[in-house]
C-alpha cells in the first residue's frame, strides 16, 4: 500500500507488475485458496501485476494431481462467491486471465512434517519464493520449521523468501510468543507476512487518507472534541460448518485482538513521518500497545460475551449455538463480545472506545462510529446544547462502503430548530469499485516487499496482552448471555453504553 509514485507530469505512474515468483500454497485444496487466493492472483492477472513468470505450487497431503488441482479451481472459478467469475462477470472457467494462469499451477502430494515434501519442494523452486500457509494453525510452526532446515527460507540477493502466514496467531499471549520466537529462529522480520484480511479492504486503508488528507478532519480527531468511538463487526452468517474450528476459539479470538484492533490502530495511530510500511506500522504498534488491558476486578464491568439461540438471521432460520454441528452441546464459546477500552494516549485519554462483534446478529454490518461531544454553550434559546443529536462520523467499512457525516441544520420555519441531516459518501458514486477477495492488495504487496498491510510480531503480542484479563476471568467462571438469532446482541451489550449515558448505533443501514 505505497502512496502512488508522481510522474514527471504530475500524474501518477502506472503501478509497476510484481517481480517473477513462486508462490507455494500450503493447504492447497482448503477453502481459502480455491474461494480467496487464486481468485485473487486472477485479478492480479487481469490487471497486469502478475505476468507470465509466476508460478503456484498447491501442496497437500490428500491424493490429487496437477489437472485435478486445476479441474476443482475451474468449478470454483466458475463461481467465486457465488457471484459468477473471479471478477464477477460470469466467465468463470473460461476467463482467458483465468486460462493464462492456469498452466502454470502445479500439485505435489506431500505430508506438512515430511522432510522429503521439502526435498521434493527444493527440486521445484528456482529464484523469488513466498509460502503461504493457508494451513490449520498448528501447523504454522512445524512447516516454518521444515522449510527452514531445508534451506528454502534463506534468501540471497537475487531471490526473496518470504512466509505469508494466516490468522489466528496464536490463542493467546503465551503462545504468540512462542510462535514467533520460532519462526523468527528461521526468519527475518522482513521476511514474515502476517495476514489480516481486514487491512485488504479499501474502506480500511481510506481510514488514512480520511484522517491524513484531510484537514478539517484531523483538526477534531483527538479527546477534546471526540466523546467516544464505536467499533462494531455485526454479521449475519452463524457458524455455519466451521464448528470445529470456533467452538475453541469463540468471538473474542477470532475478530477482536486482530480485526478489530487492526481498525482501532487505523483509527487512534498518529501520523506517521513517511508512508513507508515501518512508519505506519511504528504508529500502529503504539496505539495497540496503548489498550489498557482491563485489571482483573473490571472485567465484569467492560466486557459482555454472548452466544446465539435458535431465530432467523439474514433471511434463514438460525439453529441455537450448542446444536451447531461439531459445537459441544454444553460449550462455554462466545459468539459475541463487547468492550469498552481505554486507551492510554495524549490523543485518547478519557476517550472509551467500545468494540462490539458477533454473529448470528440482525444485519451484515462493519464501520466505525465517530461520536463527537456536544456544544459547549446553549447559543439558541430554549434548545437544551446538551440534549442536541451528536455529530457523528460513520466510516461504512462493509456492506455499502462510505461515509457520512450527521450534523445539524436549521429545521426551516419561523423559530430556530436545529434537526439532524446526512452527508454522505459512497464508493460506488465516485469509484469503480469492481468485484475483488480483498486479497489482491495483500497478495500484491506481498510479493513486492510492502509490508504495511501487515502485522508485526509486536502488535499483535500486544493484541492478546490487552485482551488477556478478560480471557482468563472468562475461563475461570461463568458464561455467555443468550441472545436471539437476529437480535443485536445481549442485553448486557446494551447496558455497558447505558451507564456512561450512551447508545450503541443501530446495527444494519436504515433502508
Ligand atoms: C474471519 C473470521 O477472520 O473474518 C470469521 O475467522 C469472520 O469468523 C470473518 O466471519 C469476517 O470477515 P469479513 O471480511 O467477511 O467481514
Known sequence: MSAAPSSPAGGTTATPPAPPATLVIFGALGDLTRRLLVPAIVNLVRSGLVGDDFKIIGVSHHDSSDDALREQLDDFIGKADGEGGAHGDKSGAGDP????????????????????????????????????????????????????????????????????????????LPSAEALDERILKHLDETQVYRIDHFLGKETVQNILVTRFANTMVEAVWNNRYIDHVQITAAETVTVGTRGKFYDTTGAMRDMVPNHLFQLLAMVGMEPPNDFGSE??????????????????????DVAVRGRYTAGRAGDADVADYRSEPEVAPDSKTETYVALKLMVDSWRWAGVPFYLRTGKGLAARDTEIVVQFKPVPYAQFAGVDHNRLPPNRMVIQIQPDEGLSIEILAKKPGPVIEPAPVSLD?????????????????LLYDMLTGDQTLFQRAD?????????????????????????????????????????????????????
Open 97 to 172: 486471465d483465468w486460462l493464462k494462469l492456469r498452466d502454470r499451477i502445479t500439485y505435489l502430494k506431500g505430508d506438512f512434517e515430511d522432510a522429503a515434501t521439502y526435498e521434493a519442494l527444493k527440486d521445484r523452486i528456482d529464484g523469488n519464493a513466498a509460502f503461504y500457509l493457508a494451513t490449520a494453525p498448528g501447523f504454522f510452526g512445524p512447516v516454518i520449521d521444515s522449510l527452514g532446515d531445508a534451506g528454502l527460507l534463506t534468501q540471497s540477493d537475487e531471490a526473496f523468501r518470504r512466509v505469508v502466514i494466516e490468522k489466528p496467531f496464536g490463542h493467546d
Open 425 to 441: 459518501f459512497a464508493y460506488s458514486d465516485h469509484f469503480k469499485l469492481g468485484h475483488t477477495t480483498g486479497y489482491e492488495t
Open 279 to 300: 512508519a505506519i506500522r511504528n504508529e500502529k504498534a503504539k496505539v495497540i500497545a496503548a489498550i489498557r488491558a482491563p485489571r482483573p476486578e473490571d472485567v465484569a
Open 459 to 511: 502488535q499483535i503480542e500486544s493484541g492478546w496482552e490487552a485482551v488477556q484479563p478478560i480471557l482468563d476471568a472468562w475461563a475461570a467462571d461463568g458464561e455467555p448471555e443468550p441472545y436471539p438469532a437476529g437480535s443485536d446482541g445481549p442485553a448486557a451489550a446494551a447496558d455497558l453504553l447505558t451507564r456512561d449515558g450512551r447508545a450503541w448505533h443501530k446495527i444494519g443501514r436504515p433502508a
